[in-house]
């Protein structure tokens, strides 16, 4: 899961290091099969292709090691999961490892009959437990039922292949994360290996097979039980349950326990029928490869994925906040805040004001939080901030992270936060303090490009969730453009009492000695 | 799905690869080949006062990147001064220099968007630098200034020290971090430097005093090897460059105190600390190999094929097969003296001793049965086959080579890794297995809400209850 994108994953031309572009040898080849190359020396030359059932392509040669990254983006997170059904997206994508007809199957045709037993065994004790009061034991003996059918079913299941062929040429980082936008599968390889990723990939979103779906099920409930242990998560689900009471950015996209005790392999299926569309993916191969044998290989193993209608996806508005709201999270850590304001989205040009505003507060040493709150007032141990989390398709949250450091607590480093946004709203940025967050940007721009995958999954993402491969590169001239006073402008306009959500991490011990609505000591020992 | 840990301790190294690969599942692929890869040495250098450097010129990005391996640790502070050279370390550029105030360092570095870290391990002290081409020399004589000459500035000296000791109240905030610590302290022992941790009672009296006497023992250049890739200009300019920076810096002796023997407790011990949390976690430890054995190569193998990966023995019972944990892995970490073998997981109470008793019983089965020739195959290849991205840029060979000097590996030991690699067998991984794992007598760390467990914990040895802190 990914939370806080603070500046998202960024890029910027510097022509060297591709080779991309080649030869005019190349560049012919290359428009021959009807690709695009990106040839704006303000981005690195890209070669773009989309397949006829919609797949895109983005690929960019470059040389250093014979290695190659590949990064596949689907526009589905958990935002697109049904009601009662949170934590899908995320589930399927640890599915997504468990083979197709022909990987992890020792004989499809006789697993199929023995997964539909699993299944039908599995809904009659997903339907037990879902009563009222459940009998326990006819609970236990369906129990075991479904145990029984899914022993039958591993005799026919070879196991762990899929992970096995990807150990044996070489994978590294191999992995895949869901968001609440986008799910995403990554994985590097010795370049000599891209037709062997083609092929076990297009198997892979083509056929997959969901077999050992209640095993991994236990896995999955026990990742949410690792993040129910954890502070900072149990904060950021907080703060976004809190936030967000209509639109779906409301759910975990771990999902909620009860959720993932009723979520069945149909529906996962059905999850997949209905997402994993090649016209609802984008591939970033970024590495030393030549493009046009990504797109011939592309279109030999791709191809036959069918294009399907994408259903509409216009989720409930999240209404203006109307009222500040205050949390109080109680749990065995010392005091920490998550604050978080809701903004328009990167379709309002606000965004970038809030980007600005976000690096201005929180980049660095001479960051204000920094020299005001860490250093200057000492009461904090850090204060961070991000303009968008937890996503970027729909309008989201501007966040705010902070820790006080004993004997303060949560109460001065949140009104100390606030102090400082106050300050901007009366008193714009100084030009220094702009130019300083443009030229870190920039910088950053050049560092993303140093990593094939790093890159591969800007390219794809941006494609992906945000339209334009390009966007990082945009967001320079977008910030450029700001004007010390757009910077008060939007604080002004977003950072309202009415519009703020705040999460307190508070120790049990202090709230018993001091109630929520009184300010507590916090924490000290 | 998040990345499991993958720990190996081991260093990087570098060589051609050439090892073919046969290809067994699925028969549908392609054959694949070998890796072709020779990677560019670079070139090493030693300046008079002693300090190494090496360099590779790249010049497909308008930046260079810098690191300094400075040979100290944490594993050397004081006994009574634990975080001695963390507070040192994290001063460096914090605390300004003798030529540039703090907050100018900061200022200057900020705009620009360059960068000057610094950090501090086990056994070494890293001062890193990133800077676009335009900015080297600025950033090069700050980074410089940083290295020889930190002021430790008082008010920063004192804002650091409060940030460690906010850092030390707060170490139990995340249980699966405060397992894997408590369980290293417990096994090593609290006193001895391999198990360690800070203490408020070791920062408090932390002077300036100290700080500059740190520094003027370790932070010397026949202590340290520095390492550069980037569009620095030509290698003769950027070394002369160097020089003129680092040239007038004098060596010395430098002091290391003398680290007690590794002395463990070989017989079964479970210790724990009861917390009231959704997940229990689990952190077993046996005694390791020391830095340089040659039983590495052997034990990398059996460490991939047992806890290395999502289709390891580990990984394939405790989470695909039986759904009880997310996280599960095992790795070895080397040092000077005895490492140590950590096989990990997180589980409801509820299923706890299902999962220690298979974290157990896989750690006995190995030892037991020789492994299939395919496993070990496959173990092998994942581990050569990957190998090549342990230098996915100039920078992060260069420095790979640095630290494989700094860590005082034999000179041929990157030339014979693969091969090393490549000669182990089912026959080396059982004799391996059978020398170095004692399950029965491991060291077994947990907390969780014992209240729920699904079995007493005493049905795995001797119990001891710690309180946090």
Redesign the interface.
Known sequence: MKFTALIPCLLLLCAPLHAGAGTGDDMTKLKKLGAEVEKDAKFPPVVSYTMKNGLRLLILEKKFVPTVSFTMIFRVGNVDGLPGKTGLAHLFEHMAFKGTKTINSAGFSKEKVLLEKVETAAKAMIAEESKASPEPAKLEELRKALAGAEKAADALIVKDEYWKIYNELGEHGMNAMTSTDYTGYIVSLPSNRLEAWMIIESDRFKNAVLREFYRERSVVMEERRMGESDPNRLMWETLFINAFAAHPYHNPTIGWMDDLKRLTRTDADQFFKTFYAPNNATLAVVGDIKPEEVIKLAEKYFASWKKRPLPERNYTKEQPQKSEKRINVFFKAKPSLRMGFHNTGWGNPDIYGLLMLSEILSNGKTSRFYKNLVEGKQLALYANSGPSTPGDRYPSLFVILAAPKAPHTVEEVEDAILEEIDKLKKEPPTPWEMEKVINNYEASLVRQLESNSGLGMSLASNQQILGDWKFDWKVTDELRKLKPEDVSRVAGRYFTRDNKTIVFLREPDATQAAPPAAPAKGGVK | ???IILKTAVLGAIMTLSIS?S????P???K??G???K?PKGSRYTLENGMVVYLLK??????THMTAIIKTGKIYDPKEKIGLGELTAGLLK?GGTLKYKSDEI??TL?????SVESSIANEEARVDM?A?KKDLDKVLDIYASVLMEPAFEDDKTA?KK??AL??I??R?????REAQREALRYFYGADHPYGWRPEISTVEPLTKKDLKAYHGNYYRPNNIIIAAAGDFGSESAFLAKLKEKFGGWTGGEVRFPEIPPVKINETRRVYFIE?????T?IVMLQKGVKRHDPVEFPLYVTNEMLGG???SRLA?EI?????????VYSYFAKRPDYGFINASC???PETYSQALSELLRQFELIKTETAPDAEVK??K??I??????R????FDLISERALYEHYAYPADYLDTYVDNMARVDPKAVLETSQKLFKPESSFVFVIGNTKKFDKPLSEFGPVTEVKED
């Not at chain 2, 790249?58 to 930046?63: A, G, Q």
């Open positions: 799905m998040k990345n690969s290809w067994a599942v699925p549908s692929l392609p694949i080949g890796i072709d890869f990677p790249d010049n497909t990005l308008p930046v914090d900061d200022k900020e705009f620009l968007g360059a990133f676009l804002l409060a940030e906010e850092i109240r707060r139990n905030d995340n249980p699966n917390k009231d949390i959704s997940q976690f990966g999502l289709s394939a989470r695909s097969r039986k759904g009880l944990a997310y996280s997180g589980t409801k496959r173990a290849d994942s050569i086959n990957s190998f090549v991205f230098f996915p840029t100039p």
